[in-house]
């Protein structure tokens, strides 16, 4: 007697398991985004502390240098993992754009009110040419003073972009040590022969804003639209504008960018070697030079700016130990990356963009109210740092809920509707 025997059941497709959050880096974006409203908390509330630790460290330049290491060290690679430029920046739009549009309405919002502290004169007497800067988010670079003081990081935030854009664009990826390097000994070297605001001062910053924005949005239609070489003359476009802006025309002096650019790359080359046992055994002493060249440079150049002697002196001891400690920071964090990390610290890692955009609103609401430190006792002040990080903490959380997630949502799908193209946008 024959026996039926059943067809094999049809093979099964495992969904491609999801990568998971690394909690680790939430951690530290939190952490950060704390010391920074620590920083800006210290003369309404604790000006002892600003007195005695603020001329050997600079709790607010730390905050931000562990913030740029963390950028530089997820942000290359989730553009080289997905592939897609144009899916790239959908994202990030989506990601940067609403909470700061929120955060600046406000803050202009509270300047006419007379909470905030008043809207720099540059923007008054020229708010086109301020509107169209900031919304390029390269307002620092491009001599104009932000309308909340924190928007000064972004603008670094998105020369690294069109830095990774670029270089992803002209096929160099991996290139995170060599980038970081060059920016590195190109710091002292820019610093030491250009002054700061180099090309706004010839041109006149309005001129400098106009051609900055035309090539900006000449480069990303490029980018995102154009053939093969065409695109990759955008590309070489947007690199050069960042390049030239960081180098040229920042705000804070060329040795000063192009070292923030050393470190954001720094942060990428350490994914690299992370994931490579070659890239460390080959780079891995190079790397340790970025942070020592970036203290060398502060040593040896400074500020400027017509500081006094004892002024400056200050700066370079409290930029030096903040680079060191943000770099001593963010490798404890990645020995320590296996570990369990708190829920508490990557929630607040999820809500550290609200954070550090907001906290400058409700800080300035404390400083309307405190007004004088002096007439108040050390208790009575150390609870209104606790209710400010309290408050700060519930703004966040809302402008993450109802602003930030809707809006990454939405950016998401937005980006989904595209295939995923490994390297098709070079």
């Given at each position: 007697?024959?026996?039926?025997?059943?067809?094999?059941?049809?093979?099964?497709?495992?969904?491609?398991?999801?990568?998971?959050?690394?909690?680790?880096?939430?951690?530290?974006?939190?952490?950060?985004?704390?010391?920074?409203?620590?920083?800006?908390?210290?003369?309404?509330?604790?000006?002892?502390?600003?007195?005695?630790?603020?001329?050997?460290?600079?709790?607010?330049?730390?905050?931000?240098?562990?913030?740029?290491?963390?950028?530089?060290?997820?942000?290359?690679?989730?553009?080289?993992?997905?592939?897609?430029?144009?899916?790239?920046?959908?994202?990030?739009?989506?990601?940067?754009?609403?909470?700061?549009?929120?955060?600046?309405?406000?803050?202009?919002?509270?300047?006419?009110?007379?909470?905030?502290?008043?809207?720099?004169?540059?923007?008054?007497?020229?708010?086109?040419?301020?509107?169209?800067?900031?919304?390029?988010?390269?307002?620092?670079?491009?001599?104009?003073?932000?309308?909340?003081?924190?928007?000064?990081?972004?603008?670094?935030?998105?020369?690294?972009?069109?830095?990774?854009?670029?270089?992803?664009?002209?096929?160099?990826?991996?290139?995170?040590?060599?980038?970081?390097?060059?920016?590195?000994?190109?710091?002292?070297?820019?610093?030491?022969?250009?002054?700061?605001?180099?090309?706004?001062?010839?041109?006149?910053?309005?001129?400098?804003?106009?051609?900055?924005?035309?090539?900006?949005?000449?480069?990303?239609?490029?980018?995102?639209?154009?053939?093969?070489?065409?695109?990759?003359?955008?590309?070489?476009?947007?690199?050069?504008?960042?390049?030239?802006?960081?180098?040229?025309?920042?705000?804070?002096?060329?040795?000063?960018?192009?070292?923030?650019?050393?470190?954001?790359?720094?942060?990428?080359?350490?994914?690299?070697?992370?994931?490579?046992?070659?890239?460390?055994?080959?780079?891995?002493?190079?790397?340790?030079?970025?942070?020592?060249?970036?203290?060398?440079?502060?040593?040896w150049l400074g500020p400027g700016w017509g500081m006094p002697e004892a002024d400056q002196q200050a700066f370079k001891w409290s930029w030096s130990t903040a680079m060191i400690g943000a770099w001593l920071t963010f490798a404890a964090g990645l020995a320590l990356r296996r570990r369990a990390i708190p829920p508490v610290?990557?929630?607040?890692?999820?809500?550290?963009?609200?954070?550090?955009?907001?906290?400058?609103?409700?800080?300035?609401?404390?400083?309307?109210?405190?007004?004088?430190?002096?007439?108040?006792?050390?208790?009575?002040?150390?609870?209104?740092?606790?209710?400010?990080?309290?408050?700060?903490?519930?703004?966040?959380?809302?402008?993450?809920?109802?602003?930030?997630?809707?809006?990454?949502?939405?950016?998401?799908?937005?980006?989904?509707?595209?295939?995923?193209?490994?390297?098709?946008?070079?």
């Amino acid at each position: 007697m024959q026996v039926a025997t059943l067809p094999p059941p049809p093979p099964t497709t495992r969904p491609t398991p999801r990568r998971t959050r690394q909690s680790w880096l939430d951690a530290l974006r939190g952490f950060a985004a704390l010391v920074v409203v620590f920083e800006h908390s210290l003369d309404p509330l604790l000006p002892e502390i600003r007195g005695v630790i603020s001329p050997w460290f600079d709790f607010g330049q730390y905050g931000v240098l562990v913030f740029f290491l963390v950028s530089g060290y997820v942000v290359p690679i989730s553009l080289e993992r997905r592939g897609d430029v144009r899916a790239f920046w959908i994202t990030r739009v989506f990601r940067l754009y609403p909470l700061w549009a929120l955060a600046a309405a406000a803050g202009a919002a509270f300047a006419v009110a007379g909470v905030y502290t008043t809207l720099p004169g540059q923007i008054a007497d020229r708010p086109w040419a301020a509107a169209l800067a900031h919304l390029t988010m390269l307002q620092d670079l491009l001599q104009v003073p932000g309308v909340v003081n924190v928007f000064w990081t972004l603008s670094y935030e998105m020369a690294f972009y069109l830095l990774v854009t670029a270089m992803f664009v002209l096929g160099a990826r991996g290139t995170g040590t060599r980038a970081s390097l060059a920016f590195a000994v190109g710091a002292p070297i820019a610093g030491a022969l250009v002054p700061a605001g180099l090309l706004s001062r010839g041109l006149g910053v309005e001129a400098v804003v106009a051609v900055a924005a035309a090539v900006l949005a000449g480069g990303f239609a490029a980018v995102l639209a154009g053939r093969p070489e065409v695109r990759r003359h955008g590309a070489v476009a947007l690199a050069v504008l960042a390049v030239a802006l960081l180098a040229l025309n920042s705000r804070v002096g060329a040795w000063q960018s192009l070292a923030i650019m050393a470190t954001m790359f720094g942060g990428t080359a350490l994914h690299h070697m992370e994931r490579s046992a070659a890239l460390r055994a080959r780079w891995g002493w190079a790397i340790c030079l970025v942070p020592v060249l970036a203290v060398a440079t502060a040593v040896w150049l400074g500020p400027g700016w017509g500081m006094p002697e004892a002024d400056q002196q200050a700066f370079k001891w409290s930029w030096s130990t903040a680079m060191i400690g943000a770099w001593l920071t963010f490798a404890a964090g990645l020995a320590l990356r296996r570990r369990a990390i708190p829920p508490v610290l990557a929630w607040l890692g999820l809500v550290s963009y609200s954070i550090y955009l907001l906290h400058p609103l409700a800080l300035q609401v404390v400083r309307r109210i405190t007004v004088d430190p002096s007439a108040m006792s050390l208790g009575v002040r150390l609870a209104w740092e606790a209710a400010l990080f309290a408050a700060v903490v519930a703004c966040a959380a809302l402008g993450h809920r109802f602003v930030e997630r809707p809006a990454q949502m939405l950016g998401r799908r937005l980006a989904a509707e595209r295939p995923v193209k490994i390297a098709q946008n070079r």
